[in-house]
């Protein structure tokens, strides 16, 4: 076995697992192969059953297991969410929001959108000063950079597609909570580099500052248990009213917070049609606005769709020169059309057209560099951390859930007396249009700041039918890089026919109209970045981006789950 996959080998159930062992509800107990000390994560398998697939392997297990004793894909991706809050605190939350978008056996689509809001107090220039300009640190950090969270709301919209009790779903969550899990050595060099953050956002220091960490150590939450508990006991109420609305409201004060009690009480999610398109012979489905993502991908999948991908190969200059210039053109619709449909008109009908991608794509020229400012958003007549699970159950039905407290740890608040993180999604609004978010991406009008009002994302939970049956669900974070990631994920297992696992670890490039530029993962090819170099195209080596997770039904019906080597994504099923 790979030993750098292998985690808490070393450690030992202490004293802390007998006292799990004695809790008379226990779900630990009764599931004694999800041990949270002592744990691995396993990148790829394929299931007779049910699949999922999470940046954590307890969440994945869990999910798993709630398949295994009777419950759906939705069930499945309830209890992964609330666990990914506890063990993955960085983007898995209840602090911040999300899109659950699922496919039903018998065909029917949901898209539940429970992204966060601005509060009854958000003004359009909040975050600018005196003279105009914006305060950066006030739309990422602290208690001013939070939107009203959603994901709460959002679990308890879905808990009405699953099948077993709100509160068995959330048991899980609750006890890796209370009896603490061994974290692994990302997380410990996360929750390091963010302390002395931690300590100045919020108004009290919390669980995540108790120590310097280190790969192996248990990690107890006690007011995060306690706050689930309560969602357990009242649902709703749990989390929007009462105690846990108390503490949130508090630690409004700490950093000129705006969420009032009000604010909480009328949060409400909100179902969304998903956009559908159809992409060589196969169906794809994906996230409508207040996303950006799945109108993003069916332009350019369909900017892309006269031209031989297959035949110019995987990463040459040819095909990633095309789908750039696809990039390019897809981004600056997004930046001048898209916000919250609810209070700007997204002409997406038109967007996600043939007549319109074959329009945009005019003026391409094979072997010619685009420019960024000559192309500008179409004429149209008439959304880097977060996280992203897939679940596929034994009937066929499939989830795809993306969720985020936007940057790695949110706004680093701890909400003191509740123990969980929030978000910093107001940046994702237009604090100033014509400037850059934390993403570098601009907006305007279309998503500037308005009380009540969604900011517009681009997270992309997609899923695809093949002959009408499902297919597959898939999925990532990495801010606005994320629906290039699902564009050529897919690119990779329909054109390229590579398997899931060869698709979603392949090198991947990333253009957002402006800054006018062509960023590569660090194992990107070096012929195929000096090609597209000497052709004009400013290119910049970064960092990975992104952990793709799918789960794709194979011929014989297997689930092959996927977790991207990217992360510590881990697949389980059964
Ligand atoms: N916060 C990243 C997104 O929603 O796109």
Same mark, same amino acid.
């Given at each position: ?208 500052? #108790? ?241 009540? #009002? ?78 597209? #170099? ?23 019906? #297997? ?16």
């Amino acid at each position: 076995m790979n030993k750098s996959k292998l985690l808490a080998l070393s450690i030992t159930l202490g004293n802390l697992g007998i006292c799990f062992l004695s809790n008379a509800q226990s779900f630990l107990k009764t599931h004694p192969s999800i041990n949270p000390y002592h744990y691995q994560v396993v990148k790829e398998a394929s299931f007779s059953k049910g699949a999922v697939t999470s940046a954590h392997p307890l969440a994945s297990m869990v999910g798993a297991a709630i398949m295994q004793e009777g419950g759906n894909a939705f069930d499945a991706a309830i209890a992964t969410q609330f666990s990914l809050a506890v063990v993955f605190p960085g983007a898995g939350n209840i602090g911040g929001g999300g899109f659950m978008l699922a496919r039903k056996t018998n065909g029917e689509l949901i898209g539940i959108d429970y992204r966060e809001a601005a509060p009854g107090k958000a003004t359009r220039d909040m975050y600018l000063d005196e003279n105009g300009n914006p305060i950066k640190s006030m739309s990422l950090d602290g208690a001013s950079a939070s939107g009203i969270p959603g994901s709460v709301a959002g679990m308890i919209a879905t808990h009405a597609y699953a099948k077993l009790s709100l509160a068995a779903l959330i048991e899980p969550a609750i006890e890796f909570a209370e009896y603490g899990f061994v974290i692994t050595e990302r997380e410990a060099k996360g929750l390091n580099a963010e302390k002395a953050n931690f300590l100045k956002n919020s108004s009290a220091p919390s669980a995540f500052t #108790k120590k310097e960490w280190k790969a192996g150590d248990t990690l107890y939450q006690p007011e995060l248990a306690a706050t689930l508990k309560r969602i357990q006991q009242k649902g709703l109420a749990g989390f929007y009213e009462g105690e846990t609305a108390d503490y949130i409201v508090n630690e409004m004060k700490h950093s000129a917070g705006i969420i009032s009690k009000e604010d909480l009480k009328n949060y409400r999610p909100k179902f969304r049609k998903p956009i559908e398109f159809d992409y060589r012979g196969h169906h794809v489905i994906s996230f409508a606005p207040p996303s950006s993502g799945g109108i993003i991908i069916a332009q350019m999948l369909k900017m892309i769709q006269p031209y031989n991908v297959e035949k110019m190969g995987l990463n040459t200059e040819a095909s990633v020169s095309l789908m750039v210039e696809a990039q390019r053109r897809a981004y600056a619709d997004r930046a001048e059309h898209m916000g919250d449909p609810d209070y700007w008109k997204v002409p997406t009908d038109t967007l996600i057209s043939d007549g319109y991608a074959k329009e945009r794509m005019k003026d391409y020229q094979p072997g010619v560099v685009g420019s960024s400012k000559i192309t500008k958003a179409g004429l149209v007549h008439e959304s880097e951390q977060t996280t992203h699970f897939s679940v596929i159950d034994a009937e066929g039905n499939m989830v795809a859930i993306t969720t985020t407290l936007n940057d790695t740890y949110g706004n680093k608040t701890i909400v003191a007396g509740a123990g969980f993180l929030l978000n910093n999604e107001m940046d994702d609004f237009s604090v100033k249009p014509g400037v850059p978010n934390m993403y570098g991406a601009l907006g305007g009008e279309a998503n500037s700041i308005v009380p009540g #009002k969604r900011m517009l994302s681009s997270m992309t939970p997609t899923l695809v039918t093949l002959n009408g049956k499902p297919y597959i669900s898939i999925g990532t974070p990495g801010g606005t890089t994320i629906p290039n990631q699902v564009y050529e994920g897919l690119v990779n297992i329909i054109d390229h026919k590579m398997s899931l696992k060869e698709a979603i670890d392949a090198p991947r490039f990333h253009h957002q109209w402006i800054p006018d530029q062509v960023g590569v993962e660090t194992d990107f090819p070096e012929e195929t970045m000096n090609a597209l #170099k000497a052709n004009g195209y400013t290119i910049i080596r970064r960092g990975r981006f992104g952990r793709m997770d799918g789960v794709q039904i194979l011929q014989d019906g #297997k689930r092959n789950a996927v977790g991207d080597k990217r992360g510590d994504d881990s697949v389980a099923g059964y």
